[in-house]
C-alpha cells in the first residue's frame, strides 16, 4: 500500500530564517506530488505541483519554491520566510491517470513565522 | 474550469441523516465530481467521487442528477465523528493543478 510522509510536522522559525519541508510517497511510482498551504480557517490553496523528477510547476508568486530531487520525494524552500507563510503545509500525490482524480494527503507540517 | 458553490456551514444532531449539495453549473463533458472530508489538523481525505446518477461506498452516497450542474453528498446516520469540512471539486487529472478546494462545508454534529 502507498504512505505519504511529511516532516516535520511542527515547526517555529523566525523571520529571515530558510525553510526546508521535506514529503516523500512509498509504494508508488511517477505519482504527481502537490505542496498546499492552509491559512487558518481557510481553504487550501495549491502551492507547487510536479509530474516528473526536475519537473515543477508554480501556481502562486511568492519566496517558497519546490524541488523533486528523486521520483518520491518533494521538497519546499524558502530562503527567507515572512509572516506571511505561516500555515499548514500539506503534501500531496496522486496517480499519474487522466481517469479521475483522487489526491492523497500526508498529515501536514504547521508552521508558524514569529 | 467549473467553479463549485456550497453551504459555509451546516449543524446536525447524530444518528441523522446530513444532504450537503454543491453547485457546479459550468461543469464540463468530461469532468469528475470529487468530495473531500478535512479534520482539523490534518489533511484532507477522499470520500467518494462520481460522473452521473447515483455512487455509494461504506461512508457516503453521491448523488448526480441528469444535467450534472449540482451534486449532493449524503451522509447517513452522522455521529460526532463526522464533523468536519467537506469539500466539492470538479474536474479531470487532466487538469488536476487548476482544483480548488475552497472553503468547503463546515458540517458540525451535535449531540
Known amino acids: 500500500s502507498q504512505t505519504i510522509h511529511q516532516w516535520p510536522a511542527t515547526l517555529v522559525q523566525p523571520v529571515g530564517s530558510p525553510l526546508s519541508l521535506e514529503c516523500t510517497v512509498e509504494?508508488?511510482?511517477?505519482?504527481?506530488l502537490y505542496w498546499y498551504r492552509q491559512a487558518a480557517g481557510r481553504g487550501l490553496q495549491l502551492l507547487f505541483y510536479?509530474?516528473?523528477?526536475?519537473?515543477i510547476s508554480s501556481e502562486v508568486p511568492q519566496n517558497l519554491s519546490a524541488s523533486r530531487p528523486q521520483d518520491r520525494q518533494f521538497i519546499l524552500s524558502s530562503k527567507k520566510l515572512l509572516l506571511s507563510d505561516s500555515g499548514f503545509y500539506l503534501c500531496?500525490?496522486?496517480?499519474?491517470?487522466?481517469?479521475?482524480?483522487?489526491?492523497?494527503f500526508g498529515p501536514g507540517t504547521r508552521l508558524t513565522v514569529t | 474550469l467549473a467553479k463549485t458553490t456550497q453551504p459555509i456551514s451546516m449543524d446536525s444532531y447524530e444518528g441523522q441523516e446530513v444532504n450537503i449539495t454543491c453547485s457546479h453549473n459550468?461543469?464540463?463533458?468530461?469532468?469528475?465530481i470529487t468530495w473531500y472530508q478535512q479534520f482539523p489538523s490534518q489533511g484532507p481525505r477522499f470520500i467518494i467521487q462520481?460522473?452521473?446518477t447515483k455512487v455509494t461506498n461504506e461512508v457516503a452516497s453521491l448523488f448526480i442528477p441528469a444535467d450534472r450542474k449540482s451534486s449532493t453528498l449524503s451522509l447517513p446516520r452522522v455521529s460526532l465523528s463526522d464533523t468536519a469540512v467537506y469539500y466539492c471539486?470538479?474536474?479531470?487529472?487532466?487538469?488536476?493543478?487548476?482544483?480548488?478546494f475552497g472553503s468547503g462545508t463546515k458540517l458540525n454534529v451535535k449531540p
Open positions: 471539486l470538479v474536474g479531470t487529472g487532466y487538469n488536476f493543478n487548476k482544483f480548488y
Open positions: 510536479s509530474v516528473g523528477i526536475g519537473q
Open positions: 459550468n461543469i464540463a463533458t468530461n469532468d469528475y
Open positions: 462520481g460522473y452521473k
Open positions: 509504494g508508488t511510482s511517477n505519482p504527481n
Open positions: 500531496a500525490w496522486s496517480p499519474s491517470v487522466w481517469s479521475s482524480y483522487e489526491q492523497y
